[in-house]
């Protein structure tokens, strides 16, 4: 057998002789790959790849993707939601050129190579990873937003498994892409009716046909998903807007088989999540009338080298944003982050959003545009501004999708939303290396009197847990004009935080704004606002006003030289100033409105650990939940009020005398 | 107008003249208590309050709630998930004598008060904390399986917002429901069609009605959700069950308008989240033909002793189990830490399962039950085995719920899902102080093959954010079978985590089990595997037994006596154990299949700071997203294989020479 092409023109009536034989054949050399490249792994899901396999190779056919244009913003775009199929989604892809298939067979989930156990875009094709169930969905909503504002065309198909149905971001997805008429989006669910607990009617009944047309889908029912006439004549209907509600998505659900090509698999979940035993493999390639090679396959395996195959290496994009000039706020101005934050953000869309079809700026809010003060962004660009209601687990990933589009997506939300809620999809957006700027406002105890459910205390936390994830935290709007800038002017992931309340603009000695014109801010680079030898405070946020007032009093009255750093840059940190201070002065004291384990405190002493460096050290922060009240009262109840800051200050110092 | 109780049969034709009277008095007290309570704070949500006032009010005066019952197994339960109407339901649990609705007035969002901004159980009455939207229902959803599970036929209630009907977990929670056919279970949802960010139908349209039927729901829709009348004919038909699925749960959705009983507020979706202003609060009053008492009310709110009304203190119940005895895997068994849990629970289930309506234990999957190994606990104990499908977000909410009901409850997935995913129900379970064991299987390079998205590398990071949660490590099967009866035997929050792979039992020097019949858990105490002062590995998990294959091989080769702990209580850690090895070894190295900079490797540079303590440290561990493959080539990849160990023990110890 050898790799043959068939490409289906979908304007054709039906599926010719030649067409069907060639499907046959792919799907022949397809369900040998998915047997042998599990068996040989010894790992992996066979039996949905073999419940998926008719609908992906016809898909493939179908859609204009090819391995010539991969990066063509033409193309169509598939997503893989049901990541454990990846033997299905590889054999398809090397079926249509995107690699070998011998290749992919032999180095399938091994170490050091790209055809990873769950389905990466460090496989040739691959345009998003998926692995952790009912993701799939927002990402497609993202990439076919994209595709509607750019106004391409392309069409977005997003493949799923029948259990995932269950997860309840994907009616999330669902309402978001009727609202948004992406009638380019197409869904086809491989229903075999079995997860890997068992029957799905047994482990969770689900009505999945009632669940689409509730959100307002088109549904097309395929009776037998393995007939390639049925399924042609369902995609078609699909692709050509052959629907009731024109201009909404559509989801295909093609009735399945689990384990579909071998009999003794037929229906078996046990084979969800195993590969077939030498015995079981022998069995099926007996059945399946295919030489069977495992043994040769198996020697092979054993030979390659250990970096014989590597992940594809991306390359991320050049970003091509004008960032315009920095707003400078007064030094006796007051007003709060989230307004600095509105107005660099309706700056930046003046600046490129004339043309969408260029680098342009995008703004994803979850029911708070007010709060996070994205009111004028919208005004100025409304075609570019996505209201997703409370959705945020669906708005997360949907950000991710979008921003690897040529966007720059600002998400914007309150930080318990923002973090705590979709930490996961935040997680998965690093790992598919998006460009998401998360923007979180009503952080920390600044919340006040919502209360601790509304009292993110955990930003640094949690994020910090993500390789590769910046997070800065602005000082004053000056800072916070500065960052925003900065964030927008790169590709990747950036979290930028503030509270709710207004802050102070932070003055230098001449009472002119420290962050003005002159100053630029440097990822690593922390802010010395005030010298001294004395101790050394460090600060984040809204705590940074508090530390100078401390400062400054104690100048006053006793005398003492405070150095006072603002580490707006938490991750990465600035070492080299925080080592300074530590052999410069007689201590460091952290100052955070945050939960006081886990964020600035826990970065300066491991930096001082690793340094070897033995100073006396005082982390100031949230001890626990906190409750309902003025955040100035809350503070104090954490020890973290004005006279709390300056006794701990000038206690570190008398004892250290 | 003074607090008048009515109490209404739900058995009685209509409501009485006399009833209707009452309630009326009932409404108006209530609104006026709303508009002071958020007026005199400056802020709160008043709109969303007076649309669900009318329900709340009825509600409360049939279901079987008192202040007398509260602590009663029979009570009625009633939930309000659109937790920002705190106004609204505190005025309700006023009139019904849970408290002085003066006293609440006064004290509504003060710091220091018991009656917090968003639903709080520091109020009496109080059933469950809400305030992050879309929860509430998966909260009822445990309680009512409580009910069902120990017989006690009581009604549960789940009062919600429309706006937050777009949280997917809600659709999960509703297929929970059917699933489980909870017909006791009744929800209210406050249909007044706007959202903070203004109309539903803008902000994402939603079609309710058809959301609840695809799942399996009876829906009753109240055209006037303001009239007494068509409000109890609903309720009636609800809670009599008169319904056409009637093994299956209702939901009544009432037609009502956002700012009920005053002319400017109605339909101002302004007031969903802002109190009146002076002026509108006059111009309310005046048309409500109300006396306004503001200014009074202002002078008594300003002169309130800052405790004048502390949260109610709740005090954990005693748990009453019997742990029975520890299981013993002899030296040379080879098993995985995830049988150990299975064996474990499964004992605990026939120890305890005979009798449900006593403290019994129970168990929750998401799809996963052979993977977690919760098959012999379903064998035993069917009633008490919860399958939630793969409906994380719902599934530890409800963990959470029936954790409160008399119930130890052992939430079981992997740890991408039972803490990535989740951890914002984790979160606000905690809040609410559940007694959740949550135990995930799966964790770390351990899972190997599944690559990145499976590898959960930061179960100690992220759950470290939440105060109080306490985290356990097993470092073989032994220990998790101690571990696992321990959290059995207590009330309150933790969290066990296990790779997947195979775990050596680890033995003393007499090579007999470690962790035997006489070895007992405590939190807080670390475990001296293995003596010695030429320095510290610190390990937890799956890498001790490397760790005393390293420890072992250099005192043979090298004559080296290095100390093994094995910090099997990540959180609280043993200080102690940590301050000796810093002292009376040449340095620490720490070992752990985690995120190398939030796992225990922090936990230690903050002890070691905190005590002015510089020695020598080196922390092993996961340095980025790692890529799929067999684990013992994953962990030599972060430099945590057992030649780096090595290494980096003996570059330690000649390095300090």
């Not at 190579?113 to 769950?118: F, I, L, N, P, V």
């Not at 720059?408 to 700027?437: H, I, M, Y």
């Not at 409105?593 to 006396?616: C, F, M, R």
Request: overall charge neutral.
């Amino acid at each position: 057998m050898s790799n043959t092409v068939v490409k289906i023109d979908i304007k054709q009536q039906n599926l010719t002789d030649k067409q069907l034989e060639a499907l046959d054949l792919m799907w022949k050399e397809s369900v040998r790959d998915i047997l042998n490249c599990t068996s040989l792994a010894g790992c992996g899901h066979p039996g949905g790849s073999m419940s998926s396999i008719n609908f992906l190779l016809l898909l493939y056919s179908i859609a204009n993707i090819s391995p010539q244009n991969m990066t063509s913003p033409q193309r169509d775009r598939v997503i893989v939601s049901h990541g454990h199929i990846s033997p299905g989604l590889y054999s398809t892809l090397a079926r249509f050129g995107f690699f070998n298939s011998d290749e992919m067979v032999l180095n399938y989930r091994k170490f050091g190579s790209r055809y990873a156990g769950h389905v990466e875009s460090t496989v040739p094709g691959v345009e998003w990873n998926t692995g952790n169930l009912g993701q799939g969905i927002s990402a497609a909503v993202g990439i076919a937003m994209a595709g509607k504002i750019k106004s391409l065309n392309y069409k977005t198909v997003v493949c799923m498994g029948d259990g995932e149905q269950q997860k309840g971001q994907i009616s999330e997805a669902r309402r978001v892409a009727s609202k948004f008429n992406l009638k380019d989006l197409i869904c086809i669910i491989d229903y075999n009716r079995y997860q890997i607990g068992g029957a799905i009617s047994d482990v969770m009944p689900q009505n999945i046909i009632d669940n689409y047309k509730s959100d307002g889908w088109n549904v097309i029912v395929i009776e037998n998903g393995h007939d390639w006439k049925q399924l042609f004549t369902g995609l078609k209907k699909a692709w050509n807007n052959e629907v009731d509600f024109k201009s909404h998505p559509t989801v295909i659900i093609a009735n399945t088989i689990m384990g579909y090509g071998v009999s003794f698999m037929r229906n078996g979940y046990d084979y969800h999540g195993r590969a077939l035993t030498v015995e079981e493999h022998k069995k099926a390639f007996e059945e399946l009338k295919l030489e069977n090679t495992l043994n040769d396959l198996k020697a092979q395996r054993k030979k390659l080298p250990k970096d014989s195959c590597a992940p594809v290496k991306t390359v991320s994009p050049t970003v091509k944003v004008n960032i315009g000039e920095p707003i400078t706020y007064a030094a006796d101005v007051m007003t709060d982050n989230r307004s600095a934050y509105g107005a660099a953000l309706a700056d930046l869309a003046k600046l490129n959003n004339k043309d969408v079809s260029k680098w342009s700026i995008c703004g994803i809010s979850c029911d708070l545009e007010g709060s996070v003060k994205m009111n004028a962004f919208r005004k100025i660009s409304p075609e570019n501004f996505i209201e997703c209601g409370i959705q945020e687990h669906h708005s997360a990933v949907m950000s991710g999708s979008l921003s690897k589009e040529g966007m720059q997506v600002f998400f914007s939300t309150f930080g318990t939303f923002g973090v705590d809620e979709v930490f996961n999809q935040q997680r998965l957006n690093a790992f598919n290396k998006t460009n998401v700027k998360t923007v979180c406002t009503h952080l920390g105890l600044s919340v006040g009197e919502d209360g601790p459910t509304h009292q993110c205390i955990d930003y640094i936390g949690l994020i910090r847990n993500i390789p590769g994830y910046s997070i800065f935290i602005p000082a004053d709007p000056n800072q916070t004009d500065h960052m925003i800038r900065y964030v927008a002017s790169v590709y990747g992931n950036f979290f930028v935080g503030m509270g709710r309340a207004k802050t102070p603009v932070i003055a230098n000695e001449n009472c002119e704004p420290f962050f003005g014109k002159s100053y630029k801010f440097t990822p690593g680079k922390s802010d010395i606002i005030m010298q001294g030898n004395d101790a050394c405070v460090i600060a984040i946020g809204p705590m940074l006003d508090y530390v100078l007032k401390v400062a400054r009093a104690l100048k006053n009255e006793k005398g003492l030289n405070i150095r006072v750093i603002n580490a707006g840059s938490v991750v990465p940190f600035d070492r080299d100033s925080l080592i300074a201070a530590a052999k410069e002065t007689k201590g460091i004291i952290s100052v955070e409105d945050h939960y006081v384990k886990t964020g600035i405190g826990s970065i300066i002493d491991q930096i001082l650990v690793e340094n070897k460096i033995a100073v006396p050290v005082i982390h100031l922060g949230v001890k626990s939940f906190v409750e309902s009240g003025d955040p100035e009262d809350l503070y104090i109840s954490q020890g973290m009020g004005l006279e709390d800051i300056k006794k701990c200050v000038v206690d570190l110092i008398s004892s250290s005398k």
